[in-house]
């Protein structure tokens, strides 16, 4: 148990070196996680011998180390990334008006792939997506496409919470707006993640060889602010526009999956 929890301190230790951009002392780190500095002290120390930080100049402290690259490009060979990811975002957010980014699904989780923003059209940061699938469009799709039983046990590990005012937590409520997400085909987030954010997400499936439906891989999703009800950028004023963007570069990305899985095939 000593063991697990170490670990467990080790990790959020690098998620604060993380967080803090270029640089964080030891006494900063210990500060944010509340832990007795010589503890912090040792568990940076550790991270810098292993390669997952390192030691900057004094007076800015530690920073990310050159194992960790290594370890998101294994990841990113693990996941499910359709050719020519980068161009189609780039097309979605000009279409859209608003940043986009591309998510994978590995199991019932959410990894954040690649993304699409600019100063004006920013992408919310989300530390992790367990906890969030009932409030996010990207996680209604994936909660939409599971199994009922598979659903329940989902649905157990994560809870309900309520992260902001519109979060649904009433489970009727929930399974109405998944038949929706089901029969659009379209997921939506009205201000139930972040207050005044609204989100729309389509699914991206990989075909299959026989013309089956595909499976779900993935999701292209825009993220806008929230504005008063019908205003010029709000999400009722920008839908169909917003709507056409991620669907088309769902599609785009369904297409680019296509290729791969019919010269794979031809190739036997």
């Known amino acids: 148990m000593a063991t697990l929890n170490s670990v ?17 002392t030891a006494k900063a780190v210990a500060r944010r996680l509340e832990y007795n500095l010589s503890t912090t002290y040792h568990l940076l120390t550790s991270l810098v011998e292993d390669g997952y930080l390192v030691r900057l100049e004094p007076a800015r402290g530690f920073g990310l180390g ?11 060979s693990q996941l499910p990334i359709p050719p020519g990811l980068g161009a189609t975002l780039r097309e979605a957010h000009a279409a859209a008006g608003a940043a986009v980014l591309y998510v994978a699904f590995r199991d019932a989780d959410v990894v954040v792939v690649d993304v699409d923003e600019c100063p004006a059209h920013p992408v919310p940061t989300i530390s992790t997506w367990r906890g969030a699938l009932h409030a996010t469009a990207v996680g209604k799709l994936l909660l939409a496409d599971l199994s009922p039983a598979r659903l329940i046990e989902v649905l157990a590990r994560d809870g309900q919470r309520r992260l902001a005012h519109r979060t649904i937590l009433d489970p009727d409520e929930l399974d109405y707006e998944l038949d929706q997400v089901r029969r659009r085909d379209l ?7 972040h207050e005044r954010l609204a989100c729309m997400a389509a699914p991206v499936r990989r075909p299959l060889p026989d013309g089956g439906r595909g499976e779900l ?23 169909v526009r917003m709507e056409r963007a991620v669907r088309g570069a769902a599609a785009r990305a369904a297409s680019a999956f296509e290729d791969e899985v019919s010269v794979r095939w031809d190739r036997g």
């Open 66 to 76: 050159p194992k960790l690259p290594a370890l998101h490009d294994r990841l990113r």
């Open 187 to 193: 997921a939506l987030d009205r201000s139930e993640f």
């Open 217 to 239: 891989v993935g999701a292209v999703s825009v993220a806008v602010p929230v504005v008063p009800a019908g205003g010029p950028g709000s999400l009722f004023d920008r839908r």
């Open 8 to 24: 467990h301190r080790a990790l959020r230790v690098l998620e604060v070196v993380a967080e803090a951009g270029d640089g964080i």
